[in-house]
């Protein structure tokens, strides 16, 4: 019987990234993971969090919590999705016990899709192939809240016809931050503009990510600077052959 | 936000040669704190912080304590403590005793309580001249203008800058020269050191085993300032205080490194009491004001009590992405960066600047490198959370809280989420050829959209969602 | 109700400690004290006095650093304290009947020696005293001190271990690691802004 997983893909993937799902899904069931995406599924309830809406973010927890509570495994697409979902769900449930019993159950069988496959999956080569030279954008929730840094590369690092070039500066944060994007969109755009600088000092003619926030982040500045540099998020990277 | 607000984010970022200034003098600090406390340099970097932190956390929970422990001991080496509960009260203080002495002239050293209590402001309104001797700050003092930064106060100004100030305000030649504008400023503080009456300093510490005031700097005008004056008196929070004297091991090898990369500053100074009996020379006499100005506020809320563990290093400014951008005069009060961004809602209330706890993408750089590990995004979160709260009782932004209130709605209803999702997608439609969107028209133009077009490319809507490809699989 | 009583009530009501009352004892002092030989100090403290645009002289015995400083402070206007280590090394002040403040604004050179020095971050300890001015090394632009080899430390953990009540040695303990300086302006470095710009380490054995 192979293992199985659900997929947790984002509501931004849900309505704006669908290739990445797929991409996702497509490597997990090629290292012979059963893969399901629970329907009922809608979002984690970080936008309402970082906003300050602590009462409407809990009550998307709860959903996401009945939704996902018969699930072995739960692969997300997200470094700052599961970041919310394992380090802040807590915090949304303080004081109610039965919840945060809930919440540390699900919570626990939550992964970052890279972390998934490097620590439960165990696996770095997945046998992908891309002809490309690409750089990496660590999510600042990934990188911060769970501290993944090796595990995306050591994945890329697999990838046969990759090159990889690391940014200098190395992590700095794209400018992105939910709401922040909108509300001091000027100054999420200067951000995300210095942001673009890096990538292009690279000579990358791609940039990676575990973020499709980020990402969209980035492609919108790169496709407003007029640049021909493309985002991909590591899943769709890994299932390319 | 603000109107004020806005403006000074715009003209900042507006601003190239600024905007390089800021971006360059960040970037030094943070990469030379990055090489004194790396894996190899300081191995035990991290035990460090959480010894800070847990001394910190121990102290301020029972900070009454060691008020008084501290107080007890300054009185018994013949110094003075005296509690202010605000700006009005030190001011008085320092007015009373120079009237009593006969002063006129003070020399301070850097301090940003005295700038959180305009402390200069205030005494020259009475007549006495009080001049700044940190050469940032006396150039600003020229200048008429704030600290830029914690420690790098004078960030913004270029030398040509600082020609003017010093021909404008010294009558001197004009000398763009920054070591002969150095020398300038070196000449004249020095007649200031020697004929003042009273030295007003800060502290980075108070030591409440020793009854003692720790000064840390790189100039020497602290030496000088609680030196060479007959009169010492530092002004410092009640939130500056530490246990041990022996703490001052873990707390300085965390503090040059984390504000500028230096392993110390040039100059530590434990200065407790008025000269000794039979001493060559210091101060005959030394007070020490502890300062409220809304301090005890913030003991309230333990989430949030961890905002006065700060130790003024700076680090947070120099790793944050915000900062970086629009520079410390864009925030609305003494504090800026990431700490600032915490402090100012807690000290003036939200209201003084609601949009303030936002302003942060909420990357975590500034948690990542403070000394004593303060939770920075998480008190913002809480800000945030407090501010809608508030409005909600008081029914403003309404449009934003109902907004929330659907979003809520549709989340735990996916038949309505999905299909407001198809009908989004629909509206949106391009016949762009799949290319990012640059521009919508008028109808969906406005809002959150417009504010992201505004800047950069919307990705165009899939012809099919996620989870409608995935039934068709 | 005086300030001080507003202040302590409110700091106590907020704590959710009315009757006041010692706390539990705070967490043990965090001092690491690493092994080190004195030559292996000595060759630390010259490494970051040197790294720091600081100057440092070895000298096997007492007298030869007498000597050193005496060649070194002819024909300048020095200022010297009374430390017992310089009249040891046969260092004495000139008679200058001025007041010592004067004597060291218009000093080209203060001399001093030191109470103990930290190897790993090429630090001198001065702690003030009636023999050990502190003007000394502060107001004249160039700063020797000169410092026996028995204290030098191996850093800041161990002054601290050696040292854990600084208030009862002195009013003013200062810790000097090289030259005063300045980046404010430009963040271009300047030395010498206030404090001495030329400081040298005489170490002695």
């Known amino acids: ?241 | 936000m603000s109107r004020a607000f806005e403006q000074k984010i715009h003209e900042t970022l507006a601003d190239g040669r600024l905007q390089q200034a800021i971006y360059t003098a960040t970037g030094r600090l943070k990469d030379s704190r990055l090489a004194v406390i790396a894996e190899g340099v300081l191995p035990d970097y991290q035990e460090l912080r959480a010894h800070a932190n847990a001394l910190k956390k121990h102290t301020i929970d029972h900070l009454d304590y060691y008020l008084e422990q501290f107080e007890r001991n300054v009185e018994a080496r013949g110094g003075r403590v005296v509690f202010c509960k605000d700006a009005t009260e030190v001011s008085d203080f320092v007015l009373s005793l120079a009237k009593e002495r006969g002063a006129r002239l003070i020399v301070k050293s850097k301090s940003m309580t005295t700038e959180e209590i305009d402390l200069n402001e205030r005494l020259e309104h009475h007549g006495l001249e009080s001049v700044e001797t940190d050469l940032g700050e006396y150039i600003l003092q020229l200048a008429h203008e704030r600290p830029y930064h914690i420690v790098a106060p004078a960030l913004h100004k270029t030398r040509y800058d600082v020609a003017g100030i010093l021909t404008e305000r010294l009558h001197v030649p004009r000398e763009t020269a920054i070591e002969k504008q150095t020398a300038i400023a070196r000449s004249v503080l020095r007649q200031k050191f020697l004929a003042a009456e009273i030295g007003i300093s800060g502290a980075n510490f108070l030591v409440a085993d020793s009854g003692a005031v720790v000064l840390v700097e790189n100039e020497g005008n602290g030496r000088l300032t609680t030196s060479a004056p007959r009169i010492h008196i530092a002004v410092a929070g009640i939130e500056k205080l530490i246990p041990r004297a022996q703490d001052l091991a873990t707390f300085l090898k965390l503090l040059a490194r984390s504000a500028t990369g230096q392993l110390l500053s040039v100059y530590t100074s434990f200065l407790s009491g008025p000269r000794r009996a039979g001493e060559a020379d210091g101060p005959d006499e030394f007070y020490v004001l502890l300062l409220d100005n809304g301090r005890t506020g913030l003991l309230d809320d333990p989430e949030k009590r961890q905002s006065l563990y700060c130790i003024r290093c700076g680090a947070c400014l120099n790793a944050c992405p915000v900062y970086r951008k629009i520079g410390g005069h864009s925030f609305p009060w003494v504090y800026s960066g990431p700490i600032g961004a915490i402090l100012t809602p807690q000290f003036m209330g939200a209201a003084h600047e609601p949009a303030l706890p936002f302003a942060s993408s909420l990357c975590g750089a500034c948690a990542e490198v403070c000394p004593v590990k303060i939770d920075i995004p998480k008190v913002l979160l809480e800000l945030r959370s407090e501010v809608h709260r508030d409005e909600a009782r008081r029914k403003q932004n309404r449009l934003e809280q109902l907004a929330f209130r659907a979003y809520a709605w549709l989340m735990r209803h996916p038949r309505a989420y999905e299909m407001a999702g198809r009908v989004a997608a629909s509206l949106a439609a391009s016949d762009g050829g799949g290319g990012w969107v640059r521009s919508v028209p008028a109808l969906l133009n406005r809002g959150p959209v417009r504010a992201w077009l505004s800047q950069r490319d919307l990705p165009p809507p899939p012809p099919r969602s996620f989870r409608q490809m995935w039934r068709q699989r | ?205």
């Not at chain 1, 996702?24 to 309830?45: I, K, N, S, W």
């Not at chain 1, 807590?90 to 490097?118: C, I, N, Y």
């Not at chain 3, 003013?172 to 206030?194: C, F, K, N, W, Y």
């Open chain 1, 1 to 241: 019987m192979s293992p199985r997983v659900s997929l947790f893909v984002t509501c931004l993937v849900d309505q704006l990234f669908p290739r990445i799902g797929l991409a996702m899904a497509d490597v997990l069931e090629r290292l012979g993971f059963g893969v399901d995406f629970p329907e009922a599924q809608t979002c984690c309830g970080q936008p309402a969090f970082n906003s300050g809406y602590r009462e409407e973010a809990r009550l998307v927890a709860g959903h996401f919590l009945d939704v996902f509570q018969a699930s072995e495994f739960i692969v997300v697409p997200s470094g700052s999705c599961t970041a919310m979902i394992v380090r802040h769900f807590a915090e949304l449930f303080h004081g109610d016990a039965a919840a945060l019993e809930r919440v540390k159950s699900v919570a626990s069988r939550v992964r970052e899709f890279s972390t998934f496959l490097t620590e439960v999956a165990g696996v770095e080569d997945v046998g992908a192939r891309l002809d490309d030279v690409v750089t990496f954008h660590d999510g600042c929730h990934a990188l911060r809240e769970l501290g993944i840094h090796s595990a995306p590369r050591r994945l890329l690092a697999h990838v046969h016809g990759l090159e990889l070039r690391e940014m200098e500066p190395a992590a700095e944060c794209c400018g992105f931050g939910g709401t922040f994007a909108v509300k001091f969109a000027e100054l999420s755009g200067a951000m995300a503009r210095t942001r673009i600088d890096a990538i292009a000092r690279t000579g990358a003619r791609a940039v990676v990510s575990l973020d499709p926030s980020c990402l969209m982040q980035i492609q919108g500045a790169l496709s407003r600077a007029g640049l021909d540099i493309r985002t991909l998020h590591l899943a769709e990277v890994l299932a390319s052959r």
């Open chain 3, 1 to 205: 109700m005086s300030s001080r009583e507003d202040i302590l009530h409110r700091v106590r009501t907020a704590l959710g400690r009315p009757e006041g009352g010692p706390p539990p004892a705070p967490r043990p002092v965090r001092l690491r004290i690493p092994e080190t030989s004195l030559e292996s100090r000595m060759a630390s403290m010259i490494q970051r006095i040197e790294a720091l645009a600081g100057r440092v002289v070895r000298v096997p015995t007492p007298a030869e650093a007498g000597a050193w400083v005496r060649r070194t402070v002819a024909g300048k206007q020095a200022v010297v304290s009374q430390a017992p280590f310089l009249a040891e090394c046969g260092i004495r002040d000139s008679e200058d009947p001025r007041e010592l403040r004067e004597r060291c604004a218009a000093a080209e050179m203060g001399i001093t020696s030191a109470d103990y020095a930290l190897a790993d971050t090429g630090t001198l300890v001065l702690l003030s005293s009636p023999r050990e001015a502190r003007l000394i090394s502060l107001l004249p632009p160039a700063h020797i001190a000169v410092v026996p080899c028995n204290r030098l430390l191996s850093g800041l953990e161990e002054l601290f271990s050696v040292l854990p009540d600084p208030a009862a040695a002195a009013s003013s303990m200062v810790l000097i690691t090289g030259p005063s300086r300045t980046a404010d302006i430009e963040q271009i470095l300047v030395r010498g802004v206030h404090g001495p710009g030329q400081i040298t380490a005489v170490l002695v054995g």
